[in-house]
């Protein structure tokens, strides 16, 4: 009988799938995005409600650039800016 398959194993043998792997970078490069943007929020020691307001805007409005990120869909350059300075950083974009 073969052992269960732990997700190590698992996504060795599914990264050997171009279109799975593809998909896969693509979506942990997402979530390191997100990730990012999370961490430099808490940092800060802002809610969503207090970049919110920093924003003028809503709470659920921080909200959905925060789960946009995670689903793919990318908020404005001008939501970004404002969020960036909301948390006191600088938006930079860079193709490397």
Known sequence: MEAAKNFEDTLVEQMKDP???????????ELAILDRVIQIRRKAGLSQE???K???????????????????????LTSLQKYANAVGKQLEIRLV
């Open 19 to 29: 279109e799975f792997q593809e998909e896969f970078l693509r979506t942990k490069q």
């Open 50 to 52: 207090a970049v919110a």
């Open 54 to 76: 920093r924003m003028g805007t809503s709470q659920s409005a921080v909200a959905r650039i925060e789960s946009g990120l995670l689903s793919g869909r990318l908020p404005s």
